[in-house]
Nanobody, 129 residues
């Protein structure tokens, strides 16, 4: 069974940092494009940062320069390093993956949620003083 499990969310003050982790089980990340997404209350889910199987990265303009996506295929883990957090970053954060044979990078590099098909359960990030 393909499974992604996120952790590392929590409450942080504006300007602070958090690192989210996403561990894959039941499959190897080697041949998957991966991404981090978020959904704030009353808003649609949006792409945050996405990473190809070959480590090409793309990020939303709202997080460029502040968030960094990375992966370790040996550890089967994906991370999202979040710095200089703002209240508007408050959301449930999800990691997701799609096999390289199911969708090409030019398509999934848009980081559109509907281009990814394996999802974790999410972790809450709250940025507040």
């Amino acid at each position: 069974q393909l499974q992604l499990v996120e952790s590392g969310g929590g409450l942080v003050q504006p300007g602070g940092s958090l690192t989210l982790s996403c561990v894959a089980s039941g499959f190897s990340l080697d041949y998957y494009h991966i991404g981090w997404f978020r959904q704030a209350p009353g808003k649609e889910r949006e792409g945050v940062s996405c990473l190809s199987s070959g480590d090409s990265a793309t990020s939303a303009d709202s997080v460029k320069g502040r968030f960094t996506i990375s992966r370790d295929n040996v550890a089967n883990t994906v991370w999202l390093q979040m710095n200089s957090l703002k209240p508007e970053d408050t959301a449930v954060y999800y990691c997701a993956a799609v096999h390289v044979t199911r969708s090409s990078w030019p398509i999934v590099s848009t980081c559109a949620p509907n281009t990814y098909d394996v999802w974790g359960q999410g972790t809450q990030v709250t940025v507040s003083s």
